[in-house]
């Protein structure tokens, strides 16, 4: 059959027929038309037929999709197929597991190598571990602020976890030579005089902790926002991944968190802090090389190069110094850059929003440019764009979830230790020879949440789904408020056991009797009740929290608004003693 159109020249409603020979409007379908000029065609448009070489190409094309604002190890544009998604995060995960086997065993055992080998007074060692945790919960918001507008975010990381390493080495090091630490001493015998580490060793031993505080700061400032940039939420699948993603990274926590609290402690206890501390040293280089190896693999963040936080600093600034300035009726005369101007060619732009109207003061135009070397430059503490104003309120709407989580964060710490307490005048025993350390009852904690997290994600995210149409099943602020909700139902659950157990004392007269050496013939699983609404409970807020503070935070302060949650949890459990 032939492949040309007879008759005079006529105009097609495909309208990519150009005498002038000007490009196809349906050149990238793989259809090249070959146009001819009416003199020499006789009025004949001939266009071919696309062939399998072409439709090839048309299909890898299609496939070749770039990420919006992520680039890969070269600084090329990331590709959606390749780069990204949830191959690239089980590296992540991977990486954020091994870091917590390697570190969590101190914040439980860390007052006992004070104490017991480096010959710290009780009170003393208790203050050192504050002090050390203090920093590993406060210096994530300047980390955050270094790889969101300097370095990066995967930068950020791998100097971190280089830090962390770096301590550990250390505090192996100085584990093992007893030249570098006391000499030993019976602690608990009131008539020894334990020498207390002193000079160039105490040095030695700080440098190595605050090198690994430094490191684990780093870590929860960058990796949860690292891992999270690896999908794309303006894509349903994607955003369902990222759902998961959160749920994976807090089931890491707790496989990790596992092991720490168990083989890692008895290691400390039983073999040595040495040996304890070597296995955490291993442990964290293993880690580096896993998240290291998925360097080809990871979208990257373009790093802004301008702090998100002075622009909004500015905000408040600006709105203040005009506060008594009318707001216009029309919010398109507030200002905003010229979206079609080469200075907004790499800028984010936010719609407007008639919240916090005060703040849209900001953005009144009240001063005229001032002449700097023959350009036109604005005062930026006085006059901000829209977009900066969306962002400013974007913050203070999350400052009441940020309370109310410190609230929860403060009433829980105080349940969990003192479930502790409750633990410690029960029956601890499994077998008869096996007992569990009364220090070791949050691990009951820590395989519900093994067992709770998987079943949520697997089984109640795809059933909310289907009736709600959300890609998480429920909206963050959904699955926070279910958190919320069953902190009171946990604290209910130890009142009553807290009934029975008094109820146990009573009915055997066992009003003075010792904890752990005359145990109360209730066993210690009662607690386990407890602990399973604990672990519920951080399920969903933590895990919630993590994934709102992401979603909602502009785009400039990513990793810093994941630090709202263990400022909070900072800020509650110091509360809480």
């Given at each position: 059959m032939s492949n040309h159109v007879h008759g005079p020249p006529r105009s097609l409603s495909f309208s990519f027929v150009s005498l002038k020979r000007e490009p196809c409007h349906f050149e990238y379908l793989g259809l090249v038309p070959v146009v001819m000029d009416e003199a020499r065609s006789g009025g004949t448009t001939q266009i071919p037929v696309s062939t399998d070489k072409e439709k090839t190409k048309l299909s890898m094309e299609t496939k070749t999709q770039f990420v919006e604002g992520k680039v890969d190890w070269k600084g090329r544009k990331a590709l959606k197929h390749k780069h990204g998604g949830m191959r690239a995060s089980w590296l992540i995960l991977g990486a954020l597991g091994l870091e917590i086997v390697a570190t969590l065993a101190l914040a439980v055992n860390l007052v006992t190598f004070f104490n017991g080998v480096m010959h710290f007074e009780l009170a003393d060692a208790a203050n050192q571990l504050t002090n050390f945790l203090g920093t590993c919960f406060i210096l994530p918001i300047l980390a955050a602020i270094l790889a969101d507008t300097f370095i990066g975010r995967f930068k950020t990381v791998l100097i971190s976890a280089s830090f962390e390493f770096l301590g550990l080495a250390l505090l192996t090091v100085q584990a093992h030579y007893p030249k570098l630490r006391p000499p030993p001493c019976n602690v608990l015998d009131p008539t020894s005089h334990c020498e207390k580490i002193s000079g160039g060793d105490a040095a030695f031993l700080f440098l190595g902790l605050y090198l690994l505080a430094t490191g684990s700061a780093g870590m929860k400032a960058s990796l949860p926002a690292h891992g999270a940039d690896q999908f794309d939420?303006?894509?349903?699948?994607?955003?369902?991944?990222?759902?998961?993603?959160?749920?994976?990274?807090?089931?890491?926590?707790?496989?990790?968190?596992?092991?720490?609290?168990?083989?890692?402690v008895w290691i400390q206890d039983n073999k040595g802090w040495d040996w304890g501390f070597g296995l955490s040293t291993i442990a964290m280089i293993v880690a580096i090389i896993v998240f290291a190896a998925g360097l080809p693999l990871y979208r990257i963040q373009i790093v802004q190069k301008s702090s998100t936080i002075i622009e909004i600093i500015q905000v408040y600034v600006a709105a203040i110094s005009k506060r008594d300035l009318p707001l216009p009726e029309d919010p398109t005369e507030l200002y905003e850059l010229d979206k079609d101007g080469e200075a907004a060619s790499e800028a984010e732009f936010l719609p407007h929003t008639d919240n916090f109207r005060f703040l849209d003061k900001a953005a009144i135009r009240k001063t005229s440019p001032?002449?700097?070397?023959?350009?036109?430059?604005?005062?930026?503490?006085?006059?901000?764009?829209?977009?900066?104003?969306?962002?400013?309120?974007?913050?203070?709407?999350?400052?009441?979830?940020?309370?109310?989580?410190?609230?929860?964060?403060?009433?829980l710490a105080q349940l969990q230790t003192f479930s502790i307490q409750q633990g410690l005048t029960m029956d601890t025993s499994i077998t008869s020879s096996f007992h569990i350390p009364p220090a070791s009852l949050p691990v009951m904690q820590t395989a519900s949440l093994i067992v709770i997290?998987?079943?949520?994600?697997?089984?109640?995210?795809?059933?909310?789904?289907?009736?709600?149409?959300?890609?998480?099943?429920?909206?963050?602020?959904?699955?926070?408020?279910?958190?919320?909700?069953?902190?009171?139902?946990?604290?209910?659950?130890?009142?009553?056991?807290?009934?029975?157990?008094?109820?146990?004392?009573?009915?055997?007269?066992?009003?003075?009797?010792v904890p752990v050496l005359q145990p109360l013939p209730i066993s210690t699983f009662?607690?386990?009740?407890?602990?399973?609404?604990?672990?519920?409970?951080?399920?969903?807020?933590?895990?919630?929290?993590?994934?709102?503070?992401?979603?909602?935070?502009?785009?400039?302060?990513?990793?810093?608004?994941?630090?709202?949650?263990?400022?909070?949890?900072?800020?509650?459990?110091?509360?809480?003693?």
């Open positions: 939420e303006r894509d349903s699948r994607e955003a369902r991944q990222m759902s998961s993603f959160f749920n994976c990274f807090f089931l890491s926590v707790c496989t990790g968190g596992m092991v720490s609290l168990t083989l890692v001032v002449q700097f070397g023959g350009e036109k430059v604005l005062n930026r503490w006085a006059l901000c764009t829209v977009t900066q104003v969306e962002n400013a309120k974007i913050i203070i709407g999350m400052v009441p979830i940020f309370c109310c989580t410190i609230i929860m964060t403060l009433c997290i998987p079943v949520y994600d697997r089984v109640f995210v795809p059933f909310a789904r289907k009736l709600t149409g959300h890609p998480a099943g429920i909206t963050q602020l959904q699955r926070i408020g279910v958190g919320l909700v069953l902190f009171p139902v946990s604290m209910a659950v130890a009142a009553a056991v807290e009934v029975k157990r008094k109820a146990v004392v009573r009915s055997r007269h066992m009003l003075d009797a009662w607690l386990s009740f407890q602990y399973l609404i604990f672990g519920t409970t951080d399920m969903f807020t933590n895990v919630g929290l993590l994934e709102f503070f992401y979603s909602e935070a502009p785009k400039g302060l990513k990793s810093v608004s994941t630090c709202f949650l263990w400022s909070s949890k900072a800020l509650g459990t110091s509360s809480a003693r």
